[in-house]
């Protein structure tokens, strides 16, 4: 007889395991105090910021209208690479300069 446990045995002990330690997670948090002061402390505000600015920038950008019409723009421009592949690329492109920015 095997005794080694199947696929589905080991996939229902991960998720027992998984719920369980997201059980305690939420004991663990709910008993942490929160309340409306805390995003306005020094550690919160500043990222808060940050956020705001960039969002402002994108839209002050027009960065929106050209992520939207990417495919359309690769097809008029006659682009050699598929629309879609070059949108992807292009996503691909702002999230890395994004990180280097963060």
């Given at each position: ?6 696929f589905y045995q080991m ?92």
């Amino acid at each position: 007889m095997n005794a080694e446990p199947n696929f589905y045995q080991m996939m229902e002990v991960n998720w027992k395991m998984f719920f369980l330690q997201l059980k305690g997670t939420i004991d663990e948090n709910k008993k942490i105090q929160r309340s409306w002061k805390n995003m306005f402390t020094a550690a919160a505000w500043k990222p808060t910021q940050i956020a705001v600015l960039l969002m402002i920038f994108q839209q002050l950008a027009a960065i929106d209208a050209v992520m939207f019409y990417t495919v359309d723009i690769f097809r008029s421009a006659g682009s050699q690479i598929d629309e879609n592949l070059s949108a992807n690329i292009i996503g691909l492109v702002q999230v890395v300069s994004f990180k280097g920015f963060v």
